[in-house]
T-cell receptor
């Protein structure tokens, strides 16, 4: 069945270090992948996306890597800041309207 | 530019009651999707509305229904509420329908069913 999952429920990093959040997906028909950040009491906030015809995409301090061979997605955050503390979700979608989210991983930044 | 707004922010109902949640899409967006997010879980797709018609539905029973209005705003209706319906209900809008498009989320409505 379709599922998008994250390997670890929590990640604690030192301020200034780089963070890497990993995600596995199972739907080989998925062609669009998104990372969302959700802070307490707020809705998910778009971070970065990538389409299946790409392997890597960079934004401001963030990079998303896609490995279609092993159905793996990762989010790299450079120079992690306290404001990056939140729950991060990967999500995927294909030709239909449905975004499939993983369970979420909590990123905690130590000062 | 106005973002996605939802009302109310919090709501408490009892089992068996009915509830209506409201969403105003971001300016220029004609597609609205609804998601249910249980505590500690990722959002689960309920359905999407485009041009006032349902355009895709997730694995939710018929007592979850919706509407979209000519101004692209939307309502989510849930009948015969159950305890497991307690969740954060999120609305997301996008400029076009279908997959492969960025969806912008509102702050959600927290529904508690007692």
């Amino acid at each position: 069945g379709e599922s998008v999952g994250l390997h670890l429920p929590t990640l604690s990093v030192q301020e200034g270090d780089n963070s890497i959040i990993n995600c596995a997906y199972s739907n080989s028909a998925s062609d669009y992948f998104i990372w969302y950040k959700q802070e307490s009491g707020k809705g998910p906030q778009f971070i970065i996306d990538i389409r299946s015809n790409m392997d890597k995409r960079q934004g401001q301090r963030v990079t998303v890597l896609l490995n279609k061979t092993v159905k793996h997605l990762s989010l790299q955050i450079a120079a992690t800041q306290p404001g990056d503390s939140a729950v991060y979700f990967c999500a995927d979608t294909g030709a239909n309207s449905k975004l499939t989210f993983g369970k979420g991983i909590t990123l905690s930044v130590r000062p | 530019e106005t973002g996605v707004t939802q009302s109310p922010t919090h709501l408490i109902k009892t089992r068996g009651q009915q509830v209506t949640l409201r969403c105003s899409s971001q300016s220029g967006h004609n597609t609205v999707s609804w998601y249910q997010q249980a505590l500690g879980q990722g959002p689960q797709f309920i359905f999407q509305y485009y041009r006032e018609e349902e355009n895709g539905r997730g694995n939710f029973p018929p007592r979850f229904s919706g509407l979209q209005f000519p101004n692209y705003s939307s309502e989510l209706n849930v009948n015969a509420l159950e305890l497991d319906d307690s969740a954060l209900y999120l609305c997301a809008s996008s400029p076009i329908a279908g997959g492969g498009n960025e969806q912008f989320f509102g702050p959600g409505t927290r529904l508690t069913v007692l």
